[in-house]
């Protein structure tokens, strides 16, 4: 956790990157509110003097119409400086910080990013940037007004030591007892802010999500309006709970500010007035120092309310914080380079182990296991088994827990894991595309930078070819209507079709088919399987099915269950072995000749 001038300096630095001219501005605002009471207080002074003292004011009006002139354009100043730190502090936040997190939260690894703890870092981080008046953008707008309210209160401080000093000490018990229970106000907001975080999360899925056309159907046919709508409720009406137990600590600072300021108020008022009748000092001194015990007030109330907010910000950008510095785990600016590794690839598990985050079960244990340059592996096996498991510790989205992966006998944990991605050309089951054009989607590239005549081969090859020439744009079309009113949403098979496309566009020398094709029917899926066979001819393939008779084709194949490999072979040699393999192998061939029958 970083204290809070860390986090100040850090956040006003950050902002300096999107308009360096923030400081000046800043620095403007402050010296302007600090003037411009001043100016009035010595002003009001000075006249009420002249006039106590019959001293002719007509020769100084010309002085006196300057400083209104003055103290005008201070005002024009300090009001076009405040307006500009303003919104340019809201710009800064969604060009600088919110750019900054988006930028984080898709190039973390994948590792730090999907396990839940990972998911409550990113939630609580973007938290931080949710409106103009919590986090990043509440500690920029706080800042200005506490600098003011502290070099306020500290010139005022010493005019008041000058002349009435023992009534400071009243003060600074007063101020003392509200800043200890605005203290525990934010310590109080500390402790729940998991709570808080909690509901946060639970209230814009529901908002959010729920709305979202994809759940319509569902939500329609099985009637779950009523549900949901009870599910909504209680979250609000928890929200409002655990909002309302924060707002009633800082409730009891904000009334005992209240009264402690009347204390201070009439205590200051008596004083003077008593100083005044014993002849100690004249009319314009008692004004003077009205106006500076009514500003001291203003000074303490401000610096504790600014300061109270930034106390409670400084949460928000710890938050923040936690998430964007958060270290990466494998090589990103170092590592070996991916021009280093010879094509076709050799794959070798040795020993690996693996157990995810936050789990204690091991989902894959003592595995090893060699593919050989340029041959066809099939991994198959029911669910639960760890075939994607294995899938994500081979492309770097995880470490293994034990062993190490191999690519031509170098461990994957040495290369540049940016570049190391390159390798692969993966299609998961529930890859779905992005709400930008087909074009784009295809090529993962923007229009511009998208070879047209590979993309019209791969779809083609994909078998998108003739769904692409029946739309209206073609394959300028958007996927959804995020972007366009115009875009369509593709069903299942045509979505597993793009994410192939997807994959033969990239032509890398690994190609991984994790069951993308399950929207599929068992003949086309195997016709599918053994086209990419076809296609991706030389290169290193992983095919992974819970339907074997779609990998038949493949060098070997291997039969995972629990994590552990328990038969391996051609599909001719399993067969033979009439274990596991063979027994789901005839079950499924029943099956699907029921079905088809």
């Avoid at 958060?326 to 693996?354: A, C, M, Q, R």
């Amino acid at each position: 956790m970083y204290s809070l001038p860390t986090n100040m300096r850090y956040v006003l630095k950050k902002s300096y990157t999107y308009d360096k001219k923030l400081r000046l501005y800043l620095i403007i605002h402050i010296l302007c509110e600090l003037v411009i009471p001043l100016i009035a207080l010595f002003t009001t002074s000075a006249i009420i003097y002249m006039l106590t003292n019959d001293i002719n004011v007509v020769p100084y009006l010309g002085i006196v119409g300057l400083i209104v002139l003055v103290s005008l354009l201070i005002q024009i100043l300090n009001s076009w400086a405040f307006n500009l730190y303003n919104w340019r502090s809201t710009f800064a936040r969604t060009s600088v910080f919110f750019v900054e997190i988006s930028r984080e939260s898709i190039t973390k690894d994948y590792e730090i990013i999907e396990p839940k703890s990972g998911q409550k870092r990113l939630s609580e981080g973007m938290t931080s940037l949710d409106s103009n008046w919590v986090g990043v953008e509440q500690m920029l707008k706080e800042t200005p007004k506490f600098f003011v309210s502290a070099i306020g209160l500290i010139i005022y401080t010493v005019i008041v030591l000058i002349y009435i000093p023992w009534l400071l000490v009243l003060f600074v018990v007063m101020s003392g007892v509200n800043l200890y229970l605005s203290y525990r106000a934010n310590k109080y907001m500390k402790k729940v802010y998991p709570e808080a975080s909690k509901l946060n999360r639970e209230n814009y899925y529901l908002k959010n999500e729920l709305t979202d056309p994809k759940y319509g159907k569902d939500i329609r046919i099985y009637e779950m309006q009523p549900w949901f709508l009870r599910l909504f409720d209680s979250i609000t009406k928890r929200r409002v709970k655990l909002t309302a137990r924060i707002q009633r600590r800082y409730l009891l600072a904000n009334i005992s500010d209240s009264i402690f300021l009347f204390i201070r108020d009439g205590i200051s008022y008596a004083v003077l007035i008593l100083i005044v009748i014993d002849g100690k000092i004249d009319v314009a001194t008692f004004s003077f120092l009205l106006g500076i015990i009514f500003g001291f007030s203003g000074w303490v109330n401000g610096s504790t309310s600014a300061f109270n907010a930034l106390r409670k910000s400084n949460i928000d950008v710890n938050n923040y914080r936690k998430f964007v510095e958060y270290e990466n785990v494998f090589n990103h600016e170092e590592g070996l380079p991916i021009s280093e590794v010879k094509t076709p690839i050799k794959i070798t598990f040795k020993d690996v182990g693996f157990t995810y985050p936050e789990t204690d079960k091991e989902v894959i244990k003592n595995f090893n296991f060699s593919i050989n340059a340029g041959e066809k592996i099939a991994l198959v096996g029911p669910n639960g088994s760890g075939k994607t498991t294995l899938v994500k510790l081979l492309t770097g989205l995880y470490r293994p827990t034990k062993g190490e992966i191999l690519i031509n006998d170098v461990n994957i944990l040495k290369y540049n894991i940016n570049d190391y991605m390159k390798l692969f050309s993966v299609v998961f089951q529930d890859s779905e595309p992005t709400a930008f054009t087909i074009y784009e989607n295809v090529s993962s590239k923007p229009i511009e930078e998208t070879d047209r005549e590979r993309f019209f081969e791969v779809t083609e090859k994909a078998g998108l070819k003739e769904k692409i020439e029946s739309l209206p744009n073609k394959e300028y079309t958007y996927i959804t209507k995020h972007f366009d009113t115009e875009g369509i949403n593709l069903s299942g098979g045509e979505t597993q079709k793009l994410m192939l496309a997807r994959a033969l566009y990239k032509n890398a020398p690994i190609l991984i088919l994790d069951e993308p094709t399950s929207a599929l029917d068992p003949l086309n899926e195997e016709k599918m399987y053994q086209a990419y066979d076809s296609f991706t001819e030389g290169n290193t393939s992983l095919f992974i099915s819970h339907r074997l008779s779609s990998t038949k084709f493949c060098d070997r194949i291997i039969y995972l269950e629990d994590g552990q490999i328990k038969e391996t072979g051609t599909h001719k040699e399993l067969m033979a072995l009439k274990g596991k393999y063979k027994h789901i192998f005839d079950t499924q061939s029943q099956y699907y000749k029921e079905e088809e029958n």
